[in-house]
């Protein structure tokens, strides 16, 4: 057995969040969380530059249930790098309920990648975040979007709005659909018709293989919690453009924050506000994920 002993500043999720008032669509799915260990029993990777709490199935679940939320996506963790055993884990104990994103090497074999398929993996996470991991060639990718491609896989690319421009030509290349993390995390301290945003509106527009997570206001903004009102235009904007390439996600146990750990069912909150009729909600949350990850 492994003892892992959290960073000294890690901030833990929630531990009894509120209900929300809002009701979500039946069959509604939180698209974007994670697991994170047991460390005892799902060690962390020896790579990894955070070394977070304990964030289980069981706890996810749990989460799941408490918020009114039917399915889960689960993106692997990079504090687990490509060992995909906690995430593999709780796909086989959600009974069909979840779906996962891995992330794989370049050397993965078709054996694991059938494995990982199978417990209901459907597309491969790069980040491009440097503080987070140290990002490769493109010719890396490449050769994993090679392998994954026969089984039908997606690529979920994560990245902060100045590296847009740097890795435009590489993103616009991808053959797959590609879901972007969090609206590539603007500068909400910038207008939406601003030229950072409108980049990444641009992106979206000019290939329609490109999806966005209207997710993480609690990461993005500068305004701060509950209502995060500065984050609401730029996701509202998303959702009435693409409705039919935006997926939600309550990014638990909410990783790497500093500022403050926010109040899942005040996340749920945010969702009425970017997504203003029921039929847009409802792409959100249960159209577009489903169709996504479930190929409903």
């Known amino acids: 057995m492994t003892t892992f002993v959290k960073d000294a500043d890690w901030l833990d999720f929630c531990p009894d969040p509120s209900v929300p008032a809002f009701v979500p669509p039946p069959g509604a799915v939180d698209a974007h969380c994670h697991v994170f260990g047991p460390g005892d029993r799902f060690p962390y990777a020896p790579e990894r530059k955070y070394t977070p709490c304990d964030a289980g199935k069981d706890q996810l679940f749990a989460l ?64 491009f975040v440097k503080r987070l991991v140290d990002p490769k060639p493109d010719a890396y990718y490449r050769a994993i979007i090679e392998r994954i491609a026969p089984l039908g896989w997606h690529v979920v690319v994560y990245f902060e709005a100045a590296d847009l421009a740097e890795r435009w030509a590489f993103f616009t290349s991808l053959p797959t659909t590609v879901v972007v993390d ?72 909410h990783p790497n924050l500093t500022s403050h750990m926010p109040d899942d069912g ?29 190929g409903g």
């Open 182 to 253: 969090h609206m590539g995390r603007p500068d909400v301290t910038q207008p939406v018709d601003g030229p950072g945003f409108q980049r990444f509106v641009r992106l979206m527009d000019e290939h329609a293989n490109v999806w966005s997570k209207v997710s993480c206001p609690e990461r993005l903004s500068v305004s701060g919690p509950p209502t995060y009102d500065d984050v609401v235009p730029f996701a509202r904007h998303l959702v009435e453009r693409f409705p039919d390439r935006v997926l939600w996600g309550t990014d638990w146990p």
């Open 64 to 127: 799941r249930d408490r918020l009114g939320f039917t399915r889960n996506v689960i993106v692997q963790a990079t504090c687990h790098g490509a060992d995909n055993r906690a995430l593999v884990d709780a796909l086989q104990a959600s009974g069909g309920m979840a779906r996962g994103v891995a992330t794989v090497r370049d050397s993965v074999s078709d054996e694991e990648l059938q494995v990982l398929h199978a417990a209901g993996v459907r597309g491969v996470r790069f980040n």
């Open 266 to 294: 005040k996340l749920v909150e945010f969702i009425p506000r970017i997504a203003l009729t029921a039929e847009l909600q409802r792409k959100l949350l249960v159209d577009n994920p489903m169709r996504l990850y479930w």
